[in-house]
């Protein structure tokens, strides 16, 4: 790390009374993970001196190749405002090297910093803002989590109907001290259910601020008494949780999605861009939407993606393109769920649009009624497919795509392959409760 950063954050941890540093990183699964460190340490993390054992991380190494540095990025480190003011902690986000000093192959940071660096060499630059909608649920007599929602809300519904308020609030303004740039929040369509949406950025710093999103918004529910869940569908017969992500590619500082001469404002870029979405969403949907639980959203009926077509305003399409034109041309891929890990989620949709915008995929026409209305010979014959139905599913695709293997690297590949399979058998021999209530008195 340059002197200049590192004296900047030693100045900022004295200035705050920083006592302990969390040095955050992120495993396959998109689990956040954190080795606290005393502030007498700093120096030596921030010269990437301190060493972690690899092989206790999933999808990270083997024991015997087990000793790995966390190397931080200046640009991360920001002091909790929910710590105490006295001994407060501050965090940053590392990347992960191997003991010869390299980058490692299995890190989700490193690897989406491999495909925006693909992206560069075409000369773009990919821009996301995130749609992250997430459940708050109250907590047992012993403190664990239920189901039980807190409120009986709806939609954009207020105080005194949604009891959630306070907490979203406390959220809102904490996001906002650590530098976040929060557009809106409102309670979303089913009891218990928020989303707060922040600003765009470039793809890389907003992959860091949904993982800081998702401790934020845990650490304040549990402040407030509640557990806040990102589990896609929590609750059998109402709305999950997606997330949304719109994204746009820039040259220069320029949007190229957007096209004044075209009556719809859209360049040959964005539809090359939604043709690569297309031809690949089914299998990259096993990393936009990695769980089992994710393909239980993915039905029709809760206003969740399931067929792949485009659409300026068609909210039942894979893709929406939003009405705004100029700097503001984008395009919005629906089927995101907030269980992913977003580091290796923008990897395989940018890496599926780029392939796209280099081989000319042109898309389909648009899809402007509603498909969930649509029977399967009307859909046959707009040529519209569905998603994946469930995870093993969505995994065969993945299998079979060489376009998105090689987003995710093929270290990344083979270990998220083995634990969703793993995940997937483990499924398939549990036998569940409904089968009990559907099966047991019957035969």
Request: aromatic share 10%; with cysteine; net charge negative.
């Amino acid at each position: 790390m340059e002197e200049h950063h590192k004296a900047e954050i030693m100045e900022r941890v004295k200035e705050k009374g920083v006592r302990f540093i969390r040095l955050q990183f992120t495993d396959v699964l998109g689990i956040l993970k954190n080795v606290a460190i005393p502030v007498s340490q700093l120096e030596k993390a921030l010269d990437g001196e301190l060493m972690f054992d690899g092989s206790s991380i999933a999808g990270f190494v083997g024991i015997e190749e087990s000793d790995m540095y966390l190397v931080p990025d200046p640009d991360t480190f920001v002091v909790f405002p929910w710590r105490p003011t006295v001994g407060a902690v501050a965090r940053l986000i590392c990347d992960v090297y191997t003991k010869d000093r390299k980058p490692f192959v299995g890190c989700p940071r490193y690897n989406l910093k491999r495909v925006l660096k693909e992206a560069e060499m075409m000369g773009y630059t990919m821009y996301v803002g995130p749609e992250v909608e997430f459940f708050l649920f109250l907590l047992d007599d012993q403190g664990r989590p239920t189901v039980r929602t807190h409120d009986e809300a709806t939609y954009f519904d207020l105080a005194p109907t949604d009891r959630g308020e306070d907490a979203r609030r406390d959220m809102v303004m904490t996001l906002e001290d650590m530098g976040f740039e929060v557009e809106a929040s409102h309670h979303e369509v089913a009891p218990g259910q928020h989303e707060i949406d922040f600003k765009y950025d470039d793809a890389l710093k907003i992959a860091d601020a949904i993982m800081t999103f998702k401790l934020v918004v845990h650490s304040i529910a549990q402040r407030h008494g509640l557990h806040a869940s990102f589990m896609p569908k929590p609750i059998y017969g109402r709305n999950g949780s997606g997330m949304h992500t719109h994204q746009s590619l820039a040259r220069n500082g320029q949007n190229v999605f957007f096209d004044p001469a075209r009556p719809d404002g859209l360049s040959d870029t964005a539809r090359y861009y939604i043709g690569g979405i297309l031809k690949h969403a089914r299998a990259f949907s096993a990393v936009t939407n990695p769980t089992v639980n994710s393909y239980k959203r993915l039905v029709p009926g809760f206003e969740a993606p399931v067929y792949m077509a485009w659409s300026e305003a068609n909210r039942s399409c894979l893709i929406r393109v939003p009405a705004k034109r100029g700097s503001s041309t984008r395009i919005e891929v629906r089927n995101p769920d907030p269980a992913c890990n977003p580091y290796l989620a923008l990897a395989v949709m940018l890496k599926a649009g780029l392939d796209g915008v280099m081989n000319r995929i042109s898309p389909p026409e648009p899809v402007d009624q509603n498909i969930y209305h649509m029977s399967e010979e009307e859909r046959a014959s707009l040529g519209v497919e569905s998603l994946p139905a469930n995870l093993a599913e969505a995994l065969e695709e993945l299998k079979m795509n060489q376009v998105i293997r090689d987003a995710m690297g093929e270290h990344i590949y083979e270990q998220f392959m083995k634990v969703k399979l793993d995940e997937w058998n483990r499924y398939q021999r549990f036998v569940h409760p409904w089968e009990l209530d559907e099966y047991l008195a019957l035969f």
